[in-house]
């Protein structure tokens, strides 16, 4: 009989329905009650404190915790998906073995090759050689051959293979979904290598701004070190001497995206129309590559989906990357969800127009997550002009228009507009 591990108390029981999860009712009303305090523990530590540059913050000593519990937790069901794993391919095996055995042409044929298939897989081959000898003579004196009898037999013990690989099928499906929660807690708590924030030495250059460096040049996360020396508290008022020593943080675009958008700042939002076939997605998904440098993105396929022609883009312009998150997500609340529940810093919307996401809805996702950067995709009427409201034009930072593989800067609030980009090629 399979056996399971109880989803309260963790000790095997004898699993006698597929579904079956507790090895008794007491423990399925524990965890029940149980539940929601264990949800609220999980979520209290992944709260974070939210910094003026929009990083997740976590208590070191909290954050070291809740990982070690949970790859605790992993390890522990990973060992048990490999024991069921190994239960799996050894009924697959005793089936496939039994099948074989059937085809021997005579009685005495199945009865050793029986034995001789148990004396080289068992740990104790001989009492298990004797035992499959004594076994086949029983069967075959119960059964003969030939008979409607053996014909059942034959049919009730293929059945009982068939199920238990279905029940072992079913448990290594609860561990696998298992060990995707627990990765997916472990990304929740683990800081992305992305940023490291670095003040400029003089204040001149940058108009004493910080720049956010590609993290593979600069590991680590660390916080910015203020020099708010000779700085009103903020008010309404500031003199123009303040002004300038104001603190802002920008990310420090290297090479063609330098040279096409310049340094942005780190709640950037930027739009991109085009008309359809123009490759206004192809550049997208070369930005949010790119973007991966720096943070984790996320590209909301809300016209494609997982199709295979989004699928395609992907491979052609070899944007794979640990950082870069693809999702299928069709309304607001969705979008919302997702942001609320995992720390990416970059979100593209695919597109708005499909979406039907306006600007008082963007409004609402810049609002409620003030410390993001969204990059926003739309069609263009014929007329070359980005379909929907001029408020999303009028409310983004950069705005870029694709036409026939080529991006150019209709609006940049961080280098001057004009700009042009060569998407294919």
Not at 133 to 153: A, E, H, N, Q
Not at 191 to 216: F, Y
Request: aromatic share 10%; net charge positive; glycine share 8%.
């Amino acid at each position: 009989m399979t056996t399971q591990e109880c989803l309260h108390c963790k000790q095997p029981f004898e699993l006698t329905r597929s579904d079956k999860k507790f090895c008794s009712q007491t423990c399925r009303s524990n965890y029940s009650l149980g539940k929601k305090k264990r949800k609220e523990q999980s979520t209290k530590h992944l709260k974070g404190i939210i910094s003026t540059s929009g990083i997740k913050q976590v208590n070191n000593e909290v954050l070291q915790s809740e990982v070690a519990k949970w790859q605790q937790e992993k390890k522990r069901i990973e060992i048990q998906l490999q024991n069921v794993t190994r239960a799996q391919q050894k009924k697959i095996t005793d089936l496939q073995n039994f099948i074989n055995e059937q085809s021997c042409p005579t009685v005495l044929g199945r009865i050793l090759k029986g034995g001789l298939q148990d004396l080289a897989d068992s740990e104790q081959p001989g009492p298990a050689f004797v035992g499959a000898l004594i076994g086949g003579v029983v069967v075959s004196l119960v059964f003969p051959d030939g008979t409607p009898k053996r014909k059942t037999y034959v049919q009730n013990a293929i059945n009982y293979y068939n199920n238990e690989i279905r029940l072992l099928n079913q448990t290594i499906e609860g561990y696998q979904k298992r060990l995707g929660t627990i990765k997916a807690q472990l990304f929740l708590l683990t800081p992305s290598p992305g940023l490291k924030t670095q003040a400029d030495g003089d204040g001149s250059k940058k108009m004493g701004s910080n720049v956010i460096q590609p993290k593979e040049k600069q590991p680590g996360l660390q916080p910015p070190a203020k020099d708010n020396s000779g700085i009103h508290k903020i008010k309404n008022v500031v003199s123009s001497s303040d002004l300038v020593k104001m603190y802002y943080e920008q990310f420090d675009f290297k090479g063609r995206w330098l040279d096409f958008i310049g340094t942005p700042a780190i709640n950037f939002f930027t739009a991109i129309h085009g008309k359809s076939g123009e490759g206004k997605s192809t550049f997208a998904i070369q930005f949010a590559k790119y973007l991966t440098d720096f943070w984790k993105v996320l590209y909301i396929s809300g016209e494609e989906g997982f199709s295979q022609t989004f699928k395609d883009k992907f491979e052609r312009q070899d944007a794979t990357s640990p950082d870069l998150y693809v999702g299928d997500l069709r309304t607001l609340e969705e979008i919302i969800k997702e942001l609320k529940e995992y720390n990416y810093h970059f979100v593209f919307i695919d597109s708005l127009d499909t979406l039907k996401i306006g600007p008082d809805e963007m409004k609402q996702l810049r609002q409620t997550f003030p410390e993001k950067a969204f990059i926003t995709i739309s069609q263009s009427t014929k007329d070359g002009k980005m379909r929907g409201s001029y408020e999303i034009i009028h409310d983004s930072d950069i705005v870029i228009q694709v036409t026939d593989g080529m991006a150019t800067t209709t609006k940049n609030r961080f280098l001057e507009r004009g700009k042009i980009f060569k998407v294919f090629g």
